[in-house]
């Protein structure tokens, strides 16, 4: 399927690895010039070439902290007028709520809630004045079944999709669409993070986790990252102008409710 946006231009952000990195492949083997955006230099720029060589699209790395507003600024310098959104961060620690204070939350707020509201404020009225948006927010499967040890994550990233539940009712009328893609358990460097987390307060060794959730997962296996930069890349399409406001669970099944 062609997917409608070759020449686009992307910013996404936190791409150097797991699904942000997935998502900027996808979009750049459709055609789409991007700019990730990373901490760490080397990690970025190694990704970077990766993606040209992969597909030959225009790749800008821009290194800086997105939950900041330097960093932010950098990207928006880089990428000004881009077509297509991907808002990603790294999630805050997993942990006991008892042992979290203000600085905690307040960190948690800014990097997976601020954020992304003020990138979305950035750039939305651009992609309403050219007629063509789409904006993806990457979330996290907690939104529709919190998990107790990522309580930060849990409250930070439903304020995100409260707020974006009503913006994304008022931009579809100018083919700007502004959507939440939820990851269950995909295979990255956070879910190690979070099985050794949940090996700690188990008390079982961190591999005897690791299968423990992969037999529970009724698809028996973890997502691939490739999988989620796929359903990205439609989400940005052409094809997926009549779908906004809505939260796309990518978990395997793992989630039992029926809606």
């Given at each position: 399927?062609?997917?409608?946006?070759?020449g686009?231009?992307?910013?996404?952000?936190a791409?150097?690895r797991?699904?942000?990195?997935a998502?900027?492949?996808?979009l750049a083997r459709?055609?789409?010039?991007v700019?990730?955006?990373?901490?760490t230099?080397?990690?970025?720029e190694?990704?970077?070439?990766?993606?040209?060589q992969a597909?030959?699209?225009e790749?800008?790395?821009?290194?800086?902290?997105?939950?900041?507003d330097?960093g932010?600024?950098a990207?928006?310098?880089?990428?000004p007028?881009?077509?297509?959104?991907?808002n990603?961060a790294?999630?805050?620690p997993?942990?006991?709520?008892?042992?979290?204070g203000?600085?905690?939350?307040?960190?948690?707020?800014?990097?997976n809630?601020?954020?992304?509201?003020?990138?979305?404020?950035?750039?939305?009225?651009?992609m309403?004045a050219?007629?063509?948006?789409?904006?993806?927010n990457?979330t996290?499967?907690?939104v529709?079944?919190p998990?107790?040890?990522?309580?930060?994550?849990?409250?930070?990233r439903?304020?995100?999709?409260?707020?974006v539940?009503?913006i994304a009712?008022?931009?579809?009328a100018?083919?700007?669409?502004?959507n939440?893609?939820l990851?269950g358990?995909?295979?990255?460097?956070?879910?190690?993070?979070?099985?050794?987390?949940?090996a700690k307060?188990?008390?079982?060794?961190?591999?005897?986790?690791v299968?423990?959730?992969?037999?529970?997962?009724?698809?028996?296996?973890?997502?691939?990252?490739?999988?989620?930069?796929a359903?990205?890349?439609?989400?940005?399409?052409?094809?997926?102008?009549y779908?906004?406001?809505?939260?796309?669970?990518?978990?395997?099944?793992?989630?039992p409710?029926t809606?």
């Open positions: 399927m062609d997917l409608g946006i070759a686009r231009k992307a910013l996404v952000c791409a150097s797991g699904l942000g990195k998502c900027a492949l996808a459709e055609g789409v010039s700019t990730i955006t990373a901490r230099r080397d990690v970025l190694r990704t970077a070439e990766e993606i040209r597909t030959g699209v790749v800008t790395p821009v290194v800086g902290d997105i939950t900041t330097e932010r600024q990207a928006l310098d880089a990428c007028e881009p077509d297509i959104l991907i990603n790294g999630g805050p997993p942990g006991d709520f008892r042992n979290w203000r600085d905690e939350w307040i960190g948690a707020v800014e990097g809630m601020l954020t992304p509201i003020l990138l979305i404020k950035a750039t939305v009225d651009g309403i050219r007629g063509f948006g789409r904006i993806v990457i996290s499967s907690a529709k079944a998990i107790p040890v990522l309580g930060l994550s849990n409250g930070a439903s304020g995100l999709t409260g707020f539940a009503g009712r008022e931009t579809i100018h083919n700007v669409t502004i939440n893609l990851p358990p995909f295979e990255t460097d956070r879910l190690r993070a979070t099985f050794e987390a949940s307060r188990s008390g079982r060794p961190v591999e005897e986790e299968e423990h959730r992969r037999r529970s997962n009724p698809a028996r296996r973890f997502g691939r990252p490739e999988e989620f930069g359903a990205c890349a439609f989400l940005c399409s052409v094809h997926a102008g779908m906004t406001g809505q939260n796309i669970l990518l978990d395997g099944g793992a989630y409710g809606f």
